[in-house]
T-cell receptor, first 115, second 108 residues
Framework: NAGVMQNPRHLVRRRGQEARLRCSPV?????VYWYRQLPEEGLKFMVY????????ESGMPKERFSAEFPKEGPSILRIQQVVRGDSAAYFC?????????????FGPGTRLTVL | EDQVTQSPEALRLQEGESSSLNCSYT??????LFWYRQDPGKGPEFLFT???AGEEKEKERLKATLTKKESFLHITAPKPEDSATYLC?????????FGPGTRLSVLP
């Protein structure tokens, strides 16, 4: 039973480049959540997706950030024109049901460093 | 706005010294209270879900309890391998809101 998989585990980008983070949920889970964690800070919700739909993107910056969860393939978090402040660990979580009253299972994270 | 605070920020214990971590929350409609453990460089690992005041869950040396305003994670006779950051989160039906965590160090 594979858990949530994320790749790459580490990503280095120069300012102005694009970062693309991938997340494959637990098999059978159709709900995906993205979080950002800054050093010494808690997890901050970014976006909640269900297959082919964005359910809640209230935590995601309006500019430069986008997310998708296509019918086939992994969920993608895309950050365009990265800036130093985007450096953080980005975690993906999945659950079999939505509605934030069921536990979410997390992947190992992608650590983004912007030079 | 939902808020979650955790105390203490950091805790150092000797092996075998029991203690409790606190998670206090303000939420419009609690649908679930979740505890996670996070090791450095890794993703959070799910521990417990609590749904209603008075509920308790246990796993090895850990026991989680829930009241209407807070949850406690009790650690009995901890071992060095229990060292980690412990996160709590509340679900209000739409979102998960995480607390900042408690960094636990258990010294041999």
């Amino acid at each position: 039973n594979a858990g949530v998989m994320q790749n790459p585990r580490h990503l280095v980008r120069r300012r102005g480049q694009e970062a693309r983070l991938r997340c494959s949920p637990v098999k059978g889970h159709s709900h995906v959540y993205w979080y950002r964690q800054l050093p010494e800070e808690g997890l901050k919700f970014m976006v909640y997706l269900q297959k082919e739909n964005i359910i809640d993107e209230s935590g995601m910056p309006k500019e430069r950030f986008s997310a998708e969860f296509p019918k086939e393939g992994p969920s993608i978090l895309r950050i365009q024109q990265v800036v130093r402040g985007d450096s953080a660990a980005y975690f993906c979580a999945s659950s079999p049901y939505g509605q934030a009253y069921n536990e979410q299972f997390f992947g190992p994270g992608t650590r983004l460093t912007v030079l | 706005e939902d808020q979650v605070t955790q105390s203490p920020e950091a805790l150092r214990l000797q092996e075998g010294e029991s203690s409790s971590l606190n998670c206090s929350y303000t939420v419009s409609g609690l649908r679930g209270l979740f505890w996670y453990r996070q090791d450095p460089g890794k993703g959070p690992e799910f521990l417990f879900t609590l749904y209603s005041a008075g509920e308790e869950k246990e796993k090895e040396r850990l026991k989680a309890t829930l009241t209407k305003k807070e949850s406690f994670l009790h650690i009995t006779a901890p071992k060095p391998e229990d060292s980690a950051t412990y996160l709590c989160a509340v679900g209000d039906g739409q979102n998960f809101v995480f607390g900042p965590g408690t960094r636990l160090s258990v010294l041999p």
